[in-house]
């Protein structure tokens, strides 16, 4: 097992989250004042204190100081293990189980039957990296720090997710939060092509997870935050659909295809003969995850519609079918019209059955279930769950803004494999403390690709939003101050890997 860092041993720190930052400088209330303020009509941010928000970097520090890319299951394993240990250590009232999948599990010993369940998830994997494209001093690892970023691999999707979760272990096993019908999910493989291990949480819906009660949410820790200031967090109720799959044959074919499904865009591409000649490759400005990068800066889709018949084509990776290819491979084959194998992906708000249709003509494979690929659209839906309805207040306050997640999350993956009735009860949203991609920033930071950046105030903002939102649906309370230790909490010691 991977050696434990000290810094995640130290004993739970006193908290002082209920700060409102305008009364810095006045008298502050109670904390039950500041809780009632909290339930009010108006929506009240908190302030997550320096050393809050060091214990919570401590622990992301810990996380991307592991590299678990999806496509090495074995430092999956390793970091899960972490995670497990951890959460085991912060809430031993909890039972916590790793089901057959990988995914680690934890639910409370009592669950109030009566009362809406709370089901965190965040994925431990991440796309593989390629240090190559890295932007200098930045690495995939081991990180890059100063006073405003944390810059390595998985950083955003979905360590600072992870982070959330042993973050609110941590502060309840402190005595500084009350936990309120909260069940913790970590998913082993969101990432990449193939089975998504989401499927086994949504099939364990009232067996290994308590079945969903009325008013229940499931809330995707993904990264959705603004990376400019006023750094506004992001609350995904829909969700696109992300179709993948595989189309074999000629170039010609394969360009006459690509043509005709103008909404599909090339991940992926390999011939299934070795060329006659040596591969010649150029390198492209990296554009990061497909969803966001637009058609004309993918430089596959132009190689494709450029190449003729006696071409060999070679780009991406199948497996991280979410990744725009920035290196393209040319050569020549032994004979024209040789066959490639060509990776499409389809995201945004597009309908199973139109979908199925649009393929019918063409001999595919697909990379991942396309009934899990769907998508969903929830925000008709949202005041039936009480962190709906803290969210909606939120929004209404200008404290966040609903959007349409341009991408995919686990939100799909899991709730695809409910039973209907249970898809019907429980009410999915995206929302997390990742930062989104900085595509105009110099150099540019990309989530499925180099240099991805945590701004560290965007994170902060967005923890505290959190713990406002979850307070205000009843998952979360202050715990009663004579149950808190007295004094100011020490601060976390830099990390190793600080500027």
């Known amino acids: 097992m991977p050696a434990t860092n000290p810094e995640l041993t130290q004993a739970p720190r006193p908290l002082r989250l209920w700060v409102d930052a305008a009364s810095v400088a006045t008298e502050r209330p109670p904390p039950a004042l500041l809780l009632t303020m909290t339930r009010s009509s108006s929506f009240f941010l908190p302030e997550v204190s320096t050393a809050e928000f060091e214990r919570y970097l401590a622990g992301l520090r810990h996380l991307v100081d592991q590299p678990s890319p999806f496509t090495a299951p074995d430092t999956v394993t390793a970091i ?7 959460m085991i250590r912060s809430l031993p009232n909890y039972r916590h189980n790793r089901d057959a999948a990988g995914n680690l599990i934890c639910v409370p010993a009592e669950i109030i039957a009566s009362a809406p369940i ?16 890295w932007t200098s001093p930045f690495a995939p690892h081991p990180a890059f720090e100063d006073e405003h970023q944390l810059v390595a691999q998985g950083v955003n999707d979905c360590k600072a997710g992870v982070a ?12 500084a939060l009350d936990l309120q019908n909260i069940v913790f999910t970590f998913t082993f493989k969101e990432e990449g092509s193939g089975p998504k291990t989401g499927t086994a949480l949504g099939e364990a819906f009232g067996s290994g997870l308590p079945a969903p009660t009325p008013g ?20 995904y ?8 799959v595989r189309l074999t044959g000629p170039l010609v074919a394969l360009r006459a295809a690509q043509l005709a499904l103008a909404h599909w865009r090339p991940v992926a591409i390999t011939p299934i003969i070795a060329p006659l000649s040596e591969w010649v490759w150029t390198d492209h400005p990296p554009q990061g995850h497909v969803c966001t990068a637009p058609p004309d800066k993918n430089p596959l889709l132009a190689a494709l519609l450029a190449a003729d018949r006696s071409t060999l084509l070679s780009a991406g990776d199948e497996r991280s079918h979410g990744t725009v290819p920035s290196s393209i491979g040319l050569a020549h084959g032994s004979k024209p019209d040789a066959a490639h194998r060509l990776t499409l992906t389809k995201r945004g708000n597009f309908p199973l059955a139109a979908t199925l249709a649009e393929l019918a003509p063409y001999d595919y494979t697909p990379v991942k279930p396309l009934a899990q690929s769907v998508g969903f659209d929830v925000t008709e839906r949202c005041a039936s769950s009480p962190v709906g309805v803290a969210c909606l207040a939120a929004a209404d306050a200008g404290a966040v803004a609903f959007d349409r997640n341009p991408g995919a999350s686990d939100a799909t993956i899991i709730t695809s494999a409910l039973t209907p009735a249970y898809r019907e009860i429980l009410l999915p949203l995206v929302c997390g403390p990742g930062t989104r991609s900085q595509r105009t920033a110099l150099p540019p930071r990309f989530t499925h690709g180099p240099n991805e950046t945590f701004v560290k105030p965007a994170g902060r903002r967005a923890l505290a939003t959190l713990l406002a939102v979850l307070t205000r649906a009843g998952h979360v309370t202050p715990a009663p101050a004579t149950r808190r230790d007295s004094g100011s909490s020490p601060t976390i010691p830099p990390s190793a890997h600080s500027a």
Do not use: C, F, K
């Open 80 to 86: 899960m293990d972490t995670v497990h240990r951890r």
């Open 118 to 133: 709370l089901y965190l998830s965040a994925h431990v994997d991440t796309v593989p990296a390629n240090p190559s494209i």
């Open 164 to 175: 959330t979760q042993l973050w609110l272990a941590e502060l309840a096993a402190g005595g």
């Open 216 to 235: 229940s949410t499931l809330l995707v820790l993904e990264n959705t935050i603004r990376s400019e200031s006023p750094y506004l967090p992001l609350v």
């Open 237 to 244: 109720a829909a969700e696109n659909s992300s179709y993948t």
